[in-house]
């Protein structure tokens, strides 16, 4: 009995001992500073893609396809990585699975309608150029390609594209921000000769940042 109250008393003490140093330890630890990693999730609107050719056949033909595309919603996510105190570098894709589109084709009669899937995916630089008090501005760009899934009786393509923009962020927090951006796609699609065929249309996308 004498030693099991020894042992109780030792406890005791120990844990006495050991209560005031927790606060202690807990006051020693840094707060978390700002984020070094960031990952977002957002809306993506297209407006108005617009009509470009897509050839088929040979050059000798020079036969062409119009797509026609409008506008459509998807989603997108997007991982970046802290530089200094203004630059950004990362990654991002956005996918909207549903965007009407009118297909005329020259060895068809009339214009074929259906609906496209429009992805992109670009690897990004982000560059804040100023602001206060949570909100701040930035410039956007990046290089990458874009996706068309066209419905029958076109084919899918993809496209080497370039993406340049800027936009508005405001941290609610160290490690949470809300933002909205516009961006210019320009899509180098495929042509028959020497002649340009860059496609190029608007993005919007707004949402959240969550720092990691």
Not at 11 to 29: E, N, T
Not at 193 to 209: A, M, P
Request: net charge positive; charged share 10%; glycine share 18%.
């Amino acid at each position: 009995m004498r030693e099991i109250l020894k042992a109780t008393l030792a406890s005791l003490a120990l844990w006495a001992a050991a209560a005031p140093m927790a606060p202690a330890a807990a006051q020693a630890r840094p707060p978390a500073g700002p984020a070094q990693n960031w990952g977002s999730v957002f809306v993506v609107g297209y407006t108005g893609i617009g009509a470009f050719n897509n050839p088929v056949g040979t050059d000798a033909l020079n036969q062409n396809e119009t797509w026609n595309l409008g506008s459509g919603i998807g989603l997108g996510v997007s991982a970046a990585h802290v530089l200094g105190q203004a630059l950004q570098i990362g990654a991002e894709a956005t996918f909207a699975p549903s965007i009407g589109a009118e297909i005329t084709d020259p060895g068809v009669a009339g214009t074929t309608s259906g609906h496209a899937k429009v992805g992109t995916a670009f690897a990004t630089g982000r560059l804040m150029t100023g602001g206060g008090g949570g909100l701040g501005f930035f410039l956007q760009g990046g290089v990458g390609a874009v996706y068309w899934g066209m419905p029958a009786p076109a084919t899918t393509a993809t496209d080497f594209a370039y993406r340049y923009g800027g936009g508005i962020e405001y941290q609610t927090s160290m490690r949470r921000a809300i933002f909205l951006q516009w961006g210019q796609i320009g899509a180098f699609h495929k042509h028959h000769g020497v002649s340009s065929n860059t496609v190029k249309f608007s993005q919007i996308t707004g949402g959240i940042r969550i720092g990691l």
